[in-house]
């Protein structure tokens, strides 16, 4: 039944005829119940078929479909500046968005969308929740955990019907030496970042590279990552160097003072250089270097031009419906964690609306399959790579008040994917668990 109250309501004009503002002014304001009358008139064709939701119509009624956000809680230093602070719903709260939008769908064909977290800073209650989940056949997870939780989650379910969605972690031998048949990835892998970003750098001319990275485990990965970016798209590294953080009383006027002395010292006497390049995945160094280098330079990486799955400015795609509907419910911009966190939550509702199932084994068995794509605010269909079970996407470069380009670049071109020329193809992928 359509309620009349939801059928747009065009004013006539109170003298003469419409002039052709007067009436794109009129549509503007109605576009909103335009795009929900559309909705209800699918919805309706849908139900009208066989006169009842088409997921119930082998009389089992309402379909559940529950799913568990696992996260763990791990010791961090405080970022450098005070707006970055982290929100106790990092992450989750793109997961609660995704339910949202899972059951605005479900409730058209008679499915329904259940999400919980449960919360750790103890890998072995994380591993003993997943196991518990997947017996009770409830193996959809999301995971927000550290590398090695995830490999530990991932075996303690192997065998059962469970998927894990790897919405933070961006370790390369996650897809490859130590993939996982049951593990699909959301969130980009570091080797995708760097491609993004070295493609824009590429297309600028900016090819002699300053890269310093930090001390932590992750820069090192990130800056392992640039450096294999650099080779495979023509770039030089003209000098490296390693910088070692230490953070003394950087919010007195005294350790900013230092540390406006500190940096132009540390970049002094490099080779002639085009763009620094900063790999601080701890975010504890990098945004001290913009506008305190030796040299007036550019800088990327992980701070200034950096490339991210997604960005709190992004408007393109009806990205702009997308991010005020986040916002009206959490009261704050989304992060990339909250994006790559609703994207396995809508990947979950995709393949239950397509499959018209609920069971996990037969959602799991529909994502691993050919047929799964997901739309996601990116412009194109989105799918999971078959050999490492990566989600190909494109990645925005942006800075931290707009997105400045797209990647892949549009000279970049590929047998079958343009979005293969981010991150590790198929013919050098390491991982040899998939069997398709």
């Known amino acids: 039944m359509i309620l009349a109250s939801h059928v747009p309501k065009f004013r006539k004009p109170k003298f003469g005829r419409p002039s052709a503002r007067s009436v794109a002014v009129v549509v503007h304001a109605d576009r909103t119940r335009l795009i929900w009358l559309s909705a209800l008139l699918f919805a309706a064709l849908a139900l009208t078929i066989s006169g ?3 997921a119930a119509q082998d009389g089992a009624g309402t379909q559940t479909i529950k799913i568990v956000y696992l996260r763990e809680n791990q010791d961090k230093l405080s970022p450098i500046s005070l707006l970055d602070q ?47 989940r997947a017996a009770a056949g409830e193996g959809l ?5 550290a ?14 019907d469970a998927l894990i969605f790897n919405a933070s972690a961006h370790h390369g031998n996650l897809r490859e030496t130590d993939c996982r048949a049951n593990v699909k990835h959301t969130t980009p892998s570091y080797a995708m970042l760097a491609d993004g970003l070295t493609q824009y750098l590429a297309w600028k001319k900016w090819r002699r590279w300053f890269l310093v990275s930090g001390p932590s485990p992750e820069d090192q990965l990130f800056a392992d990552a640039l450096r294999a970016s650099a080779k495979k798209f023509g770039m030089k ?20 003072d230092q540390i406006q002395q500190q940096i132009p010292k540390f970049t002094q006497n490099a080779p ?10 701890a975010g504890l160094f990098g945004a001290y270097f913009p506008y305190r280098t030796w040299d007036a330079r550019p800088v990327v990486g992980t701070v200034g031009l950096y490339p991210a799955s997604w960005h709190p400015a992004i408007e393109l795609w009806g990205g702009t419906q ?14 990339a964690l909250d994006y790559d966190a609703w994207v396995a939550v809508r990947s979950i509702g995709e393949a239950a609306t397509r499959t018209q199932k609920s069971a996990a084994k037969s959602l799991i068995e529909y994502m691993r399959s050919g047929e799964f794509e997901i739309a996601a605010f990116k412009g194109q269909k989105l799918t999971y790579r078959k050999w490492n079970g990566q989600l190909r996407q494109p990645i925005f470069i942006v800075t931290d008040k707009l997105h400045v380009t797209v990647s892949p670049q549009k000279e970049y071109l590929h047998r079958f994917s343009e979005l293969d020329t981010l991150g590790i193809d198929k013919p050098k992928s390491q991982c040899r668990v998939f069997t398709n």
Do not use: C, W
Request: without cysteine; hydrophobic residues 35%; proline residues 4%.
């Open 272 to 281: 002639d250089y085009d763009v620094l390049v900063i790999a601080d995945e």
């Open 322 to 335: 997308f991010q005020n509907r986040f916002r009206r419910d959490h009261n704050r911009p989304m992060t």
């Open 52 to 54: 009842k939701p088409v």
């Open 141 to 145: 997870i999301v995971a927000d955990v």
């Open 86 to 132: 982290p929100t106790e719903d990092r992450g989750f709260a793109g997961a609660e968005l995704g339910i949202k939008d899972n059951n605005t769908t479900g409730s058209f064909v008679g499915q329904h969308f259940e999400l919980t977290k449960f919360e750790s800073a103890d890998p072995a209650e994380l591993i003993a929740e997943a196991v518990k």
């Open 147 to 160: 590398p090695q939780t995830l490999l530990k989650i991932a075996d303690a379910v192997g065998g059962k």
């Open 237 to 256: 590294i003209v000098e490296e160097r390693t910088f070692k953080y230490d953070a003394g009383a950087r919010r007195t006027d005294g350790g900013y």
